[in-house]
Each structure stands twice: as C-alpha cells, then as structure tokens.
C-alpha cells in the first residue's frame, strides 16, 4: 500500500503564514476561500470560524477595495485561522492591509506597476514578515505570451510564473510559494512539473474553476493525486463552485485517499445490492453529515452484508456487517458480542463513534504528556 513514507516530497523551502509552516516537509495544508463580501464582516467573520471548524488549515479573502481593507481590521480580532488577502494589482491596498495584521498576501509582482511601488510592497512584506503567493491563472495569462504561444500552454504559463519569480529573486525576497492553475487538468500537472524543476520555494496546487462539487472534486482528485502521488504540493485550495465548506472536505479526502494527512472519518461502505440488509446509503449520508465535526482519524465501514462486510470489518477502527435484522459490530477489527437492530444502526453507530473518537483523543494526549 502506498503511504507518505513512499511518497518522495519534492524539497522546498518554507514559509510560514501566520503560525501555519508551508513546505520543507511540513504537512500539506488545506486552505479555502470565502465567498462573502468582505465588508460583510458578521458574515465573513462567521465563515472564516466554520471553515476553520471544519479543518481548514488557512484562509483566503478577495480585497477589491480600501473598504475590503478597513473590514478585515475588524474580522482579523475575531478569527484564529491565518488570512491572506487576495489582491490584485493595487498595491496601496497590500501596503495598508500589512498595518493591520495579515498573514499573506496573494499578489502577482508583475501586475502591481513601476518599480518602486513593486518594492514599496516587498519591502512592506519582508519587514513584517508576511509571506508573498506569487497566482498564475490560465484564464489570465499575459496578452504578449497569448500571442507569442497561441494560447495558455505549460510553457506560457511557467514563462509567466518566472517573471514574477524573477522579479522577487531581483528583490531578494525568498518568503513566497507559488501557483500555477489551469482549469484543465493535464496542463496544471505539467505546469507544475516545470515550475518544481525550476525553483526551490513551496508550491500551491489547485485546479483552477474546476467546476461544481462533483465534476470539480473528480479533476481537482486526479490533477491534485497525479501531482501529490509525485510529491509535488505543499498546500492546495480546491475550487469549487460551491459551498467553501466542501472545498476543505475534498481537501482533505484527497489528502485521505493519499494516506497523506488523516482527519475525521474515512467511511468505507458497499455500493449495495439486494443483498443488502440494512439501508447502507441512508446510514452513510446521515453519519457523514452528522459527524462532520470528528476531527479523530479513523476507518469506519459501514457494509450492507457478509459478503464483503467482515473482511472491510477486521481492518476499520470500527465497521458494521449488515445481518439479518441485527447486524454485526466490529471494534479494533474484532467482532463483539453486541449486535445492533437495524432500525438502530445510525444511532447506536454514531454513539460508538464519538465515544471511540474520545478515547483515542484521550489516549494521544497522554502519549504526548509522556514524551
Ligand atoms: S457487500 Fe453485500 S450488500 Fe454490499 S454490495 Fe456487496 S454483496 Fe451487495
């Protein structure tokens, strides 16, 4: 089986945003975006707080305008989680939006104008120690490049990356991670291929627009996989159009399926058939929905007979067998004497749950006092 210790990350260097470390071995964060308007500060404030519930690592925020600015004076007191501002060529709103406290900012160099506004920003960055993403976007590259390559290629958009890389190298300033997104899938991969030959500093995957939750998971889990199983990536954002919320969740199965990083459960159930003795579907969608705050890594199967449901059973942390009206339950891969009613399952299965998330929460934070 194919685990982190198989996987060769590429050597980078590290950045921190805020407390949070970004490559050099440090764990693959998962970062979203909000989708509120950042002058709506309750509104922000409350969606910043949810994503960071729910596992996200760092968060970003559009900053159109001084408004934007002056509103994450007010949302930085209120959240925990690191915020980068996500800003785009005016450089007055990097310089102001640094006094107050930001954790990164996402501006490309290249687009901020002449020189000494270029280093009025790096230099605002290196004194408080704010790290910089550099953003390539296929859907915005260069109007010189468009032409000079026909259209968004691997080439054109690592020959854009370089220029901005090249202006931060001019600076010597080292504190940034790149991104280079395509919204199609083999010109992301082999954009980033080019870009982790070419420079040291951490790497931002995402496919760019990749669409709505199912067709935007499905690119974003094999454009993402292709690059992770190559030990390209130090954080990564998937975009989706939809709920932030589900952009972590993804973040997070990919990094699980992986066997990257572990947090909260990893179901395992059967697709069903009429052998199925209970309703295995049902049962999964309530349990994911109901226990989406379990951060406690875990395997639970949930199989709706005894043709697969033992053998899924004896390696979960925990796992059901459908069985004729009761149903088997297995803890730590053994079968235990109680059997659940299947009109039963969902309750008393989200009750072992909790209560097995307790007690190896319990058990690690006593192995860590001992260390
Ligand atoms: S485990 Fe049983 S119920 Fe589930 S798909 Fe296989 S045969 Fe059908």
Redesign the pocket.
Known sequence: MYNQATINRRKSTRIYVGQVPIGDGAPITVQSMTNTPTIDVTATVNQINALERIGADIVRFAVPNMEAVEAFKIIKPRVNVPLIADIHFDYRLALQIAKYGVDGIRINPGNIGNESRIRSVIDCARDKNIPIRIGINGGSLERDLQVKYGKPTPEALLESAMRHVDILDRLNFDQFKVSIKASDVFMTVQSYRLLASRIDQPLHLGITEAGGIRSGSVKSAIGLGLLLSEGIGDTLRISLAADPMEEVKVGFDILKSLHIRARGINFIA????????FD?IGTLNTLEHRLDDIITPMDVSI???????PGEAVVSTLGVT?GHNKSSFYEDGIRQKERFDNEDIIKKLEAKIRAKASMLDEANRISISLL
């Open positions: 059967c697709p069903t058939c009429a052998r199925q003795e295995v199989i709706g007979c005894i043709v697969n449901g459908g």
